[in-house]
C-alpha cells in the first residue's frame, strides 16, 4: 500500500507520488512571531512533525522547510504598544517558538528562512509578476491582479464573485479591485522598509511564503501544509502569485484542524492560559504531545482539561507498560521514568534518524498512517498491542512481553512519543540518571535494613524524605521500585 494523503486543492484522498522518486519536500507556514504560542499554535507542528517522522520512516528523504515571519502588521502593533523595536519582539516570540517545537519533541526543520533575509528573492518575483501582467505598482504599492489569474479561489473552493475584499484595506484606494492583495507594502512612517525598483516598503505576507518555499524546495515540491485557517486568503494568495509566475508550485495542500476553545478559534486573547510555556508548567509535555497528536490530524481539537486528562492517563498506560517491559527484561536501569536505553531498543532505524524501520512495525499501524495518516486508528493498534504486553507480563512471559515491548516502542517513536527515546528519556544527561539511580538505591537499601529490623518509623521517614525530593517508591513482589514524581 502507498501512502495517501488527502489534498485540500482536490479535497480528495490521493496517493502519495513525490515528485522525484525517493524524496519530498514539504513547506509548513511557521509562526508568526508576534506572541508565544498556545497550544493551538503548535498543534500544526505536532501534526505535521508526525507526516514528517513517516515520510522518512516510509523510507524518503525529506527536505523539510518551516518559515518563520518576523515582519507583520501585528508585530509592528506589539512592537508599538510595548515600545520595543519590532526585530526584538520577533526574536523574543521566535525563541518562544522553538522551544516549545522542541520541548514537544518536534524534529527542527531542515531550513527556517525568516521572511526578513529573503527580500531579493521577493523582489524577483515580484519583477516576474509585473513584467507577466499580473502585478501592478500603485501608490506605493504593489498589488496582484486576481483577475488576471483564471484559477483564483479554486484552492480554497470559491468562485471569484462571492470572494471577500482583500483585507490589507490601507492600499485599497490604488487598487483596480477589491480583491487585489499587496505583494508589497509602500513604506509609511515609523515603519521598517527596505528599498525595492517600485519604492521603500515591506513586503505582504503571501509574498514572503511563496519566495521562501521556492528557494528551498524549487519551482515545484510536493507539499504545502499549515492550519485550516490559512487555506483563504493565505494560501489561495501564494498559489495564486507563484503560478501565475509559472512555478508549479506545491502538488499537495496538507491542512491540520485547529483547537478551539469553547466553541471558538482559540485566539490571542482566549488562548493566554494554554500557552505552551504554562501548559508544560501543569501537564508534561509528553502527555501534551500524546494529546494534541492523537486527533485525527484534519479534525478540529475542542480543547478541555478533562480531554487532556483522559489522554494523560492513555499515554501513561502505554507508558506503563513499556517502562515495567525494560525493567523486567534488565534492560532499564529501574528508575521508571530515568530509565533509558537512549535510542530505539533492538527496532533497528532509519539511518541515525533514531526512527524505527517500516518492517518493524505491525502492518495494521502501517496501514493506518497511510491511510491519510490515521493517527486514532494507528493509536488503536498500539492499545492492543500493550494490552497484549501487560498479559505476557503478568503470565511471566518474558520473551512475551519484550517482542510486545520493542513493537510498542517502535510504533511510539513513529509517532514521537517513545518514552526510552530522546527527548522523553532521560539517560544521557551527563551520567546524572546513574548517580540518581545509585543515590536512591542507598536510601532503599536503608529503609529495607530498617523494616527488617522493625524500626517503622525510620523506614517511612526515608520513604517521606525521597518523597519530598520528587521522588515516589511502589512496593512490588519483586521488591521496591521508585520512580520521580508528576
Ligand atoms: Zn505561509
Not at 512612517?189 to 524549487?218: F, I, N, Q, V
Not at 501548559?279 to 494534541?292: D, F, G, N, S, T
Amino acid at each position: 500500500m502507498t501512502l495517501r494523503l488527502h489534498d485540500t486543492a482536490t479535497r480528495t484522498v490521493r496517493d502519495f507520488l513525490p515528485l522525484t522518486p525517493g524524496k519530498a519536500g514539504l513547506y509548513l507556514c511557521g509562526a508568526t512571531v508576534q506572541a508565544p504560542p498556545h497550544i493551538g499554535h503548535i498543534r500544526s507542528g505536532v501534526s505535521f512533525d508526525i507526516l514528517v517522522r513517516w515520510l522518512k520512516v516510509s523510507g524518503l528523504e525529506v527536505t523539510f522547510c518551516r518559515n518563520v515571519t518576523d515582519i507583520d502588521d501585528k508585530i509592528l502593533r506589539t512592537a508599538s504598544a510595548e515600545g520595543s523595536p519590532w526585530w526584538a519582539v520577533a526574536e523574543r516570540n521566535q525563541r518562544a517558538f522553538t522551544r516549545a517545537y522542541d520541548v514537544l519533541g518536534c524534529l527542527p526543520p531542515d531550513v527556517e528562512p525568516r521572511a526578513t533575509g529573503h527580500v531579493p528573492e521577493m523582489i524577483t518575483l515580484i519583477r516576474r509578476l509585473i513584467d507577466s501582467g499580473h502585478a501592478y505598482a500603485a501608490g506605493g504599492d504593489v498589488h496582484f491582479e486576481v483577475s488576471s489569474y483564471d484559477r483564483y479561489g479554486a484552492l480554497s473552493g470559491q468562485r471569484p464573485e462571492h470572494m471577500r475584499a482583500a483585507d490589507d484595506i490601507e492600499g485599497g484606494s490604488a487598487k483596480r479591485d477589491p480583491r487585489d492583495f499587496a505583494l508589497w507594502k509602500g513604506h509609511k512612517p515609523g515603519e521598517p522598509y527596505w528599498d525595492t525598483p517600485w519604492g521603500p516598503g515591506r513586503p505582504g505576507w503571501h509574498l514572503e511564503c511563496s519566495a521562501m518555499a521556492t528557494k528551498y524546495l524549487g519551482p515545484t515540491f510536493d507539499i504545502h501544509g499549515g492550519g485550516l485557517d490559512l487555506v483563504f486568503p493565505h494560501h489561495e494568495n501564494e498559489v495564486a502569485q507563484s503560478r501565475a509566475a509559472g512555478d508549479g508550485f506545491a502538488r499537495y495542500w496538507l491542512h491540520n484542524g485547529l483547537v478551539n476553545l469553547g466553541g471558538e478559534k482559540m485566539s490571542k486573547s482566549l488562548g493566554n492560559s494554554l500557552l505552551v510555556d504554562a501548559m508544560v508548567a501543569e501537564v508534561r509535555p509528553v502527555e501534551l504531545r500524546y494529546y494534541l497528536g492523537q486527533a485525527h490530524y484534519r479534525s478540529g481539537i475542542e480543547y478541555s482539561p478533562e480531554a487532556l486528562a483522559e489522554a494523560s492517563a492513555a499515554y501513561r498506560r502505554i507508558e506503563g507498560f513499556v517502562v515495567r517491559a525494560s525493567e523486567a527484561a534488565g534492560t532499564g536501569t529501574g528508575t521508571g521514568r530515568a530509565a533509558g536505553t537512549g535510542g530505539t531498543g533492538g527496532t533497528g532505524g532509519t539511518g541515525g534518524t533514531g526512527l524505527p524501520l517500516a518492517s518493524s512495525l505491525p502492518a495494521a499501524f502501517v496501514a493506518a498512517l497511510d491511510d491519510d495518516l490515521a493517527v486514532p486508528q494507528a493509536l488503536a493498534v498500539v492499545h492492543e498491542v500493550v494490552t497484549e504486553g501487560n498479559t505476557a507480563l503478568a503470565a511471566g512471559d518474558q520473551a512475551g512481553a519484550d517482542k510486545q515491548a520493542e513493537s510498542v516502542r517502535a510504533m511510539l517513536g513513529v509517532l514521537g512519543l517513545d518514552p526510552l527515546a530522546a527527548p522523553w528519556a532521560t539517560a544521557g544527561d551527563s551520567g546524572l540518571s546513574d548517580v540518581v539511580e545509585a543515590l536512591v538505591r542507598v536510601a532503599l537499601d536503608q529503609r529495607q535494613a530498617a523494616r527488617a529490623r522493625k524500626d517503622y518509623p525510620a523506614a517511612d521517614a526515608i520513604r517521606d524524605q525521597l518523597h519530598a525530593a520528587g521522588i515516589v517508591v511502589e512496593d512490588t513482589p519483586a521488591g521496591p521500585r521508585w520512580e520521580l514524581a508528576r
